[in-house]
C-alpha cells in the first residue's frame, strides 16, 4: 500500500467496472473508501438483468476486444477465459476484483444516490452525498462511475411508430421475435449484434445505418483484429494512413461498404465490429437500408425513398448521459459532452472526479478505466501536474474542438477517445509514467 500525506474519505457512486478500478487504486493509496450501489451486484452492465436497471447485457453479448487487452493492470482474467469473453466472463472477472482487493466489503447494496452537494455551497469544502433511503454522509472526495449508458436515446420518430418498439437496452434474446418483420436502427456493435441474433428466428430483419461505417472483422489472420489494429495505431503514422489501412482491411474481408448498401466513412469514425454481421448480409438474410426518414404507422420509410412494413422497431441508438443525482450548478455534462479535464477532473468543484464517461475507439474500455484512475489518485498525492482551472477550461475546449474537426457530427462521438492519443497525454502528466504498481494482495 502506498502511504498519502493525506488520507481521504472517497465516495464511489457505481460497482462496475468503472467503479471498481476507483476503488482499486484508491484502497491502495490508504484512502478511506465507500462504493455506493444502486443495485444488488458487483459488474454494473455487464450483469444480466441486473436490478439496478442500468444493464445493458443481452443473451449473446461479448466483448470486443481480447482478455489480456482488457483486463486492469497487474490483475489479468483467467487463463481459461477465451479470446473474447461473453457478459458473464466479465461479470465473474469483476466479482474476483472486488473479492481479491478488499472492496466487496466496502460496497453498499442497494443505495441509490439521490444527491451530491458541495458542503456549504462553496467549493473544495468537501461534498455530502445523500441516499434515497433519506440517509447523507460527507466525504472529501467524490468518484462518480455510473455509466454513460443508464438513459436510452430516442429516435425523433419513435412515437410515431405504431408497432412494437423497444430500445436495445430493454433487448435480451432473440425468440419472442419469431416470426416477425424487424427494423434494427443503428449500426453500432449492439445493432450489429442485435441483428445478427434475429436472424434465424425474425421472418424478415432489416438493418438501418444513418451514418458511413466501417465494419471490420473480428479476426484477421488468426489472432484478434484489435492486435493488427495496434500495430497501425501508431502517433508517428499519420492519420490519413491509418484511415487508409482500415479501410483496406476491411474491403479485403468484406468488400466495399457501398456494395452492401452502406458509406465509406470520409473522416475519423468508431469501427464496427461482428463475427457474422456480413456473412448474413452476403446471404442476403439481413436487408440494409439507410437511414429512416419518415414512419407512418407500421410502414417505415428510407432516405433512398424505399419503405418496407415491420412489425417491431428496435433502436440501437446510443444514450444520454444521466447523471441525476448533481445538480445544473455542479453537473459538468453539456451536450452529449462531459467537461472534465482528460475526462476526469472537474475544472471548477475541487474533489469530484468522473471515470469511465467515454468510448474508446480501437481499444478496451476496461483497460483505460485504470488509467483514469491512476489520474485521480495521482491528483490526489499531488503528483499530476494539473492546470489551474482556466487552463482546464482552455484544455476541455481543444478537445472538444478536436472531436468536432475529427469526427462527425453525431451526438454519439461525444465521448469518443483516442487510445494512443490519451495515454500519451495522461503519461505526459504523470511525469512519464505509464503504470503505477498497485498492490495485488487484499486490504
Not at 466479482?95 to 447494496?109: M, N, P, T
Not at 444527491?115 to 466525504?139: H, I, Q
Not at 452492401?260 to 457474422?276: E, I, K, Q
Request: with cysteine; net charge neutral; hydrophobic share 40%.
Amino acid at each position: 500500500m502506498c502511504e498519502v500525506s493525506e488520507a481521504r474519505r472517497c465516495a464511489v457512486i457505481g460497482a462496475g467496472a468503472a467503479g471498481l478500478s476507483a476503488a482499486r487504486h484508491l484502497l491502495a493509496d490508504g484512502h478511506d473508501v465507500v462504493v455506493f450501489e444502486a443495485g444488488s451486484y458487483v459488474g454494473g452492465l455487464w450483469v444480466y438483468d441486473n436490478d439496478n436497471g442500468l444493464s445493458v447485457a443481452y443473451s449473446s453479448l461479448h466483448i470486443n476486444s481480447e482478455p489480456r487487452s482488457t483486463s486492469y493492470e497487474g490483475f489479468p482474467f483467467p487463463d481459461d477465459t477465451p479470446l473474447f469473453p461473453d457478459h458473464q466472463h466479465v461479470r465473474s472477472y469483476l466479482e474476483s476484483v472486488a473479492d481479491h482487493f478488499g472492496i466487496g466489503e466496502r460496497i453498499r447494496f442497494r443505495t441509490r444516490v439521490s444527491a451530491v452537494e458541495p458542503v456549504e455551497g462553496e467549493p473544495g469544502t468537501g461534498w455530502t452525498v445523500r441516499t434515497e433511503d433519506g440517509s447523507e454522509e460527507t466525504f472529501d472526495v467524490v468518484v462518480v462511475a455510473s455509466g454513460h449508458q443508464g438513459l436510452p436515446a430516442h429516435p425523433p420518430w419513435a412515437t410515431e411508430f405504431t408497432g412494437r418498439y423497444l430500445h436495445s437496452n430493454s433487448y435480451r434474446e432473440p425468440a419472442p421475435f419469431a416470426g416477425q418483420r424487424v427494423l434494427v436502427v443503428g449500426a453500432g456493435n449492439s445493432g450489429l449484434d442485435i441483428a445478427s441474433d434475429l436472424v434465424p428466428f425474425a421472418a424478415h430483419t432489416l438493418s438501418s445505418a444513418r451514418s458511413p461505417i466501417l465494419i471490420m472483422p473480428r479476426m484477421i489472420l488468426g489472432v484478434p483484429a484489435a492486435r493488427v489494429l495496434a500495430k497501425i495505431n501508431k502517433r508517428w503514422l499519420p492519420w490519413v494512413v491509418q484511415r487508409q489501412a482500415m479501410r483496406w482491411i476491411s474491403r479485403v474481408y468484406h468488400g466495399r461498404p457501398e456494395q452492401w448498401g452502406f458509406r465509406t466513412p470520409t473522416t475519423r469514425t468508431h469501427p464496427a465490429s461482428s463475427a457474422t454481421y456480413m456473412a448474413h448480409v452476403s446471404y442476403g438474410r439481413i436487408d440494409v437500408r439507410p437511414g429512416v426518414a419518415r414512419i407512418d404507422g407500421q410502414m417505415v420509410t428510407f432516405v433512398d425513398g424505399t419503405s418496407a412494413e415491420v412489425d417491431t422497431i428496435i433502436a440501437a441508438t446510443g444514450y444520454e448521459i444521466d447523471l441525476p443525482f448533481l445538480s445544473k450548478k455542479v453537473s459538468p455534462i453539456v451536450e452529449h459532452q462531459i467537461k472534465a479535464y482528460k475526462r476526469v477532473v472537474h475544472p471548477d468543484w475541487p474533489g469530484m472526479y468522473f471515470i469511465g464517461f467515454f468510448n474508446v475507439s480501437g481499444g478496451a474500455n476496461i483497460a483505460m478505466m485504470d488509467v483514469q484512475s491512476r489520474l485521480v489518485t495521482a491528483a490526489l498525492r499531488g503528483d499530476a501536474a494539473l492546470p489551474d482551472a482556466a487552463g482546464m477550461h482552455r484544455d476541455i475546449a481543444r478537445e472538444h474542438h478536436f472531436l468536432a474537426k475529427h469526427f462527425p457530427g453525431s451526438a454519439r462521438y461525444g465521448l469518443e477517445l483516442d487510445p494512443v492519443r490519451y495515454r500519451r497525454q495522461i503519461r505526459k502528466l504523470l511525469g512519464g509514467a505509464t503504470t503505477r504498481t498497485v498492490d495485488n494482495h487484499p486490504k
